[in-house]
């Protein structure tokens, strides 16, 4: 059975940091992984990140602030974000996705994602 468990969405200011993590497990080799949001008021989703053997790929609006990266020994993947703007207020969910690495295939491709966790970024 795959199980994603994700972590670290909080609260933060304009500019401020977090780190979102993602344990997953039950899923075989071969899968990219990566990062999708889903953001208010119209629940629309977006691609976020992704990541195969190291090689990462971004959406425009997030490069030059969040980074994605995976513990393979520890079955983890990781999303650091800087610079948090307001817009960036969403729920996260990280993905598995099998086939072309690439944050679209993430969002419309996934083929198992998690609960998610929550990121608000406010004054």
């Known amino acids: 059975q795959v199980n994603f468990v994700e972590s670290g969405g909080d609260s933060v200011q304009p500019g401020g940091s977090l780190r979102l993590s993602c344990v997953v497990s039950g899923l075989t080799h071969g899968f990219c992984m990566g990062w999708f949001r889903q953001v208010p008021p119209y629940n629309e989703r977006e691609g976020v990140a992704?990541?195969?053997?190291?090689?990462?790929t971004y959406a425009d609006f997030v490069k030059g602030r969040f980074t994605i990266s995976q513990d393979n020994a520890k079955n983890t993947l990781y999303l650091e974000m800087t610079d948090l703007k307001s817009e960036d207020t969403a729920m996260y969910y990280c993905a598995a996705v099998y086939g072309r690495c690439d944050v679209n295939n993430i969002l419309t491709g996934a083929s198992y994602w998690g609960q998610g966790t929550q990121v608000t970024v406010s004054a």
């Open positions: 992704a990541i195969d053997n190291g090689a990462a």
